[in-house]
């Protein structure tokens, strides 16, 4: 406990300065979730895009990103083999920020959608299981994991390929187009508005204690998401109304009056996903910085949970909006033009088969990456107007990053981690 005592500051500025770093990442490579599709189909330019996710992936990360989060990610640690060496703890969860941080800068830069989840959860099992024990590691949980990289994208590439076929059938393959999407817009915008709200409420706000207080359980959310579904159908109407059949835009492209109808729905869906995913996926940064700074400032004492401060929410939304705006034109370039090229009526059924996905595997528990599920609904829909729509060269290198970046993180965290060790010991 000497250790931590006598490098306390240096040891709080190193996490803050790595979380801050591995926020950065995630803003710049999983803000594509949120944005890739809206950008991709031409419903809000990158410039609108990056503004509405400064706005509500801040207010996602910072309003709900969770006031007490468990200090051992994902539950793949067991913190009571630490208790007499908690130095091992902290060199460890600095190891891993910064070994996800360099990972999703390298990903980044070439524009790969990765799991900042995988990222960070490959780090921590990487200096747990060679710096502390094998046995100090989850294996099961482990297992789960990657049982992910098929079942998310498996999942949401499904329920795309079925939405986008709706699609066709009651809309765009209709004799009038128009008119058809005037009738059954509303009900999509019904289905998105309800999942979207279900998203926000089962893994958004369940962190926040005034939230929690409410004792909420999955029928209440569901009836509360009616609410607001209905709401916002409501509101969508209204703007739908607004926009009128003009022959001579659909000169170039048949479909071009009946895509604005759906770029509506393009703009409630990027706010509503910003918000969740900024809500959920800002614990990946903040969760073990936040556990650095309960051990440094006990003085050596590892608690399996530990208050999140406000001060620690802010640094992440903060890395966040940074790596969004410096870095984060590369992925949503990937997801929204690479993988096959989107229109708004595509990319909505891609974000409504990512949201439907989110919620039923929030409902059942199954341990799903939002990047893999929005990348697997956007190949649905790709596959759904036949292969030739695919651009299966970039589709093969996104698979070899998601499989690359559990090891990746592991042997970067190893590496950290006994050169942490070196220095403060």
């Given at each position: 406990?000497?250790?931590?005592?006598?490098h306390?500051?240096?040891?709080?500025?190193?996490?803050?300065?790595?979380?801050?770093?591995?926020?950065?990442?995630?803003?710049?490579?999983?803000?594509?979730?949120?944005?890739?599709?809206?950008?991709?189909?031409?419903?809000?330019?990158?410039?609108?895009?990056?503004?509405?996710?400064?706005?509500?992936?801040?207010?996602?990360?910072?309003?709900?990103?969770?006031?007490?989060?468990?200090?051992?990610?994902?539950?793949?640690?067991?913190?009571?083999?630490?208790?007499?060496?908690?130095?091992?703890?902290?060199?460890?969860?600095?190891?891993?920020?910064?070994?996800?941080?360099?990972?999703?800068?390298?990903?980044?830069?070439?524009?790969?959608?990765?799991?900042?989840?995988?990222?960070?959860?490959?780090?921590?099992?990487?200096?747990?299981?060679?710096?502390?024990?094998?046995?100090?590691?989850?294996?099961?949980?482990?297992?789960?994991i990657?049982?992910?990289?098929?079942?998310?994208?498996?999942?949401?590439?499904?329920?795309?390929f079925?939405?986008?076929?709706?699609?066709?059938?009651?809309?765009?393959?209709?004799?009038?187009?128009?008119?058809?999407?005037q009738?059954?817009?509303?009900?999509?915008?019904?289905?998105?508005?309800?999942?979207?709200?279900?998203?926000?409420?089962?893994?958004?706000?369940?962190?926040?204690?005034?939230?929690?207080?409410?004792?909420?359980?999955?029928?209440?959310?569901?009836?509360?998401?009616?609410?607001?579904?209905?709401?916002?159908?409501?509101?969508?109407?209204?703007?739908?109304?607004?926009?009128?059949?003009?022959?001579?835009?659909?000169?170039?492209?048949h479909?071009?009056?009946?895509?604005?109808?759906?770029?509506?729905?393009?703009?409630?869906?990027?706010?509503?996903?910003?918000?969740?995913?900024?809500?959920?996926?800002?614990?990946?940064?903040?969760?073990?910085?936040?556990?650095?700074?309960?051990?440094?400032?006990?003085?050596?004492?590892?608690?399996?949970?530990?208050?999140?401060?406000m001060?620690?929410?802010?640094?992440?939304?903060?890395?966040?909006?940074?790596?969004?705006?410096?870095?984060?034109?590369?992925?949503?370039?990937?997801?929204?033009?690479?993988?096959?090229?989107?229109?708004?009526?595509r990319?909505?059924?891609?974000?409504?088969?990512?949201?439907?996905?989110?919620?039923?595997?929030?409902?059942?528990?199954?341990?799903?990456?939002?990047?893999?599920?929005?990348?697997?609904?956007?190949?649905?829909?790709?596959?759904?107007?036949?292969?030739?729509?695919l651009?299966?060269?970039?589709?093969?290198?996104?698979?070899?990053?998601?499989?690359?970046?559990?090891?990746?993180?592991?042997?970067?965290?190893?590496?950290?981690?006994?050169?942490?060790?070196?220095?403060?010991?």
């Amino acid at each position: 406990m000497s250790i931590i005592a006598e490098h306390a500051t240096l040891l709080l500025a190193m996490a803050c300065l790595f979380g801050f770093f591995m926020a950065w990442g995630v803003g710049a490579n999983d803000v594509a979730n949120a944005m890739g599709t809206s950008v991709g189909s031409k419903a809000l330019t990158v410039k609108q895009a990056i503004i509405i996710a400064i706005i509500f992936e801040f207010a996602g990360a910072f309003l709900a990103g969770g006031e007490v989060t468990a200090t051992i990610r994902k539950g793949i640690i067991d913190p009571s083999l630490l208790a007499d060496t908690p130095e091992l703890l902290v060199y460890g969860m600095l190891a891993s920020l910064l070994a996800a941080g360099i990972w999703l800068l390298v990903a980044t830069h070439f524009g790969w959608p990765v799991s900042t989840t995988h990222s960070i959860v490959g780090a921590i099992v990487g200096f747990a299981a060679v710096g502390i024990s094998m046995e100090a590691v989850a294996w099961g949980k482990v297992g789960t994991i990657a049982a992910s990289w098929v079942v998310s994208p498996l999942l949401a590439g499904t329920i795309g390929f079925f939405t986008f076929m709706s699609v066709q059938r009651l809309v765009l393959d209709t004799k009038n187009p128009f008119e058809s999407a005037q009738r059954y817009v509303p009900m999509y915008i019904f289905i998105v508005a309800f999942l979207i709200s279900m998203v926000t409420m089962v893994k958004g706000l369940k962190h926040i204690t005034a939230f929690k207080a409410l004792n909420l359980n999955f029928f209440h959310d569901a009836m509360i998401s009616v609410g607001i579904a209905t709401l916002v159908t409501l509101i969508g109407i209204s703007m739908l109304r607004k926009i009128k059949m003009v022959p001579s835009e659909n000169k170039d492209f048949h479909f071009t009056s009946v895509e604005k109808l759906f770029g509506v729905l393009m703009m409630f869906t990027a706010c509503a996903m910003a918000f969740a995913h900024g809500s959920n996926d800002v614990a990946n940064a903040v969760g073990p910085l936040a556990a650095v700074a309960s051990i440094v400032s006990s003085g050596g004492e590892i608690g399996a949970k530990s208050a999140m401060p406000m001060w620690v929410l802010l640094l992440g939304g903060g890395g966040i909006v940074a790596g969004l705006v410096m870095y984060g034109h590369k992925v949503i370039a990937t997801i929204g033009t690479n993988i096959t090229e989107l229109t708004p009526s595509r990319g909505f059924a891609a974000t409504l088969a990512a949201a439907a996905t989110v919620v039923l595997a929030s409902g059942t528990g199954l341990p799903i990456s939002t990047t893999h599920t929005l990348v697997g609904a956007v190949l649905g829909v790709g596959i759904a107007r036949g292969i030739g729509a695919l651009n299966l060269r970039v589709i093969g290198t996104i698979f070899m990053s998601w499989i690359v970046t559990l090891p990746a993180g592991a042997g970067l965290a190893i590496l950290f981690f006994f050169l942490f060790k070196g220095i403060f010991s």
